[in-house]
T-cell receptor, first 109, second 114 residues
Framework: TQLLEQSPQFLSIQEGENLTVYCNSS?????LQWYRQEPGEGPVLLVT?????EVKKLKRLTFQFGDARKDSSLHITAAQPGDTGLYLC?????????FGAGTTVTVRA | EAGVAQSPRYKIIEKRQSVAFWCNPI?????LYWYQQILGQGPKLLIQ????????DSQLPKDRFSAERLKGVDSTLKIQPAKLEDSAVYLC????????????FGPGTRLTVT
């Protein structure tokens, strides 16, 4: 059983569209991380959010940590084919990671 | 800087056989992790080492899985005997120390048990 629920499970959009993926839990985490994993590779850390209500922007990616530190969202503006991949959220407690099952994002050219 | 290295990249075995995976972490990283990622799921921590000592192996199925990091650098994970449900990608990750937020993952070993 995954501690973190991610939705949607799959997302397919056209290049240039926006998308949002969600990560929800009933547990409180000290921080939350987002990773992207491409086929045949390990997850790569995108961001760590630490403070409840925190918003971080990395170019076209916007990450938000819920006020209660139980949920998070990732928004991609003007998606590109290079954004295709599996997006994983991970709750951090005592520096240990609990991963969600991931959202598979496909951006069509 | 070289990343986390893992070998082999792929392995196919029959159930009840044994298999071993190897991991070489980023140079100087004291903490090493082994994760199991079953298709359609996120990675699940199997074992965490700090230097050559085990910090957490609470989710390691110890009746069939074993791991070691004898010299505090590279590590091996062994499964003996393998079951069909062990089919997964086995990821190795390392971090500078056990209080670091940043873990760096290797490419993984894809194991298929038939």
């Amino acid at each position: 059983t995954q501690l973190l629920e991610q939705s949607p499970q799959f997302l397919s959009i056209q290049e240039g569209e926006n998308l949002t993926v969600y990560c929800n839990s009933s547990s409180v985490f000290s921080s939350l991380q987002w990773y992207r994993q491409e086929p045949g590779e390990g997850p790569v850390l995108l961001v760590t959010v630490v403070t409840g209500g925190e918003v971080k922007k990395l170019k076209r990616l916007t990450f938000q940590f819920g006020d209660a530190r139980k949920d998070s969202s990732l928004h991609i503006t003007a998606a590109q084919p290079g954004d295709t991949g599996l997006y994983l959220c991970a709750g951090v407690t005592d520096y240990k990671l609990s991963f969600g099952a991931g959202t598979t994002v496909t951006v069509r050219a | 800087e070289a990343g986390v290295a893992q070998s082999p990249r792929y392995k196919i075995i029959e159930k009840r056989q044994s298999v071993a995976f190897w991991c070489n972490p980023i140079s100087g990283h004291a903490t090493l992790y082994w994760y199991q990622q079953i298709l359609g799921q996120g990675p699940k921590l199997l074992i965490q080492f700090q230097n050559n000592g085990v910090v957490d192996d609470s989710q390691l199925p110890k009746d069939r899985f074993s791991a070691e990091r004898l010299k505090g650098v590279d590590s091996t994970l062994k499964i003996q005997p393998a079951k069909l449900e062990d089919s997964a990608v086995y990821l190795c990750a390392s971090s500078a120390n056990s209080n670091s937020y940043e873990q760096y993952f290797g490419p993984g070993t894809r194991l298929t048990v038939t």
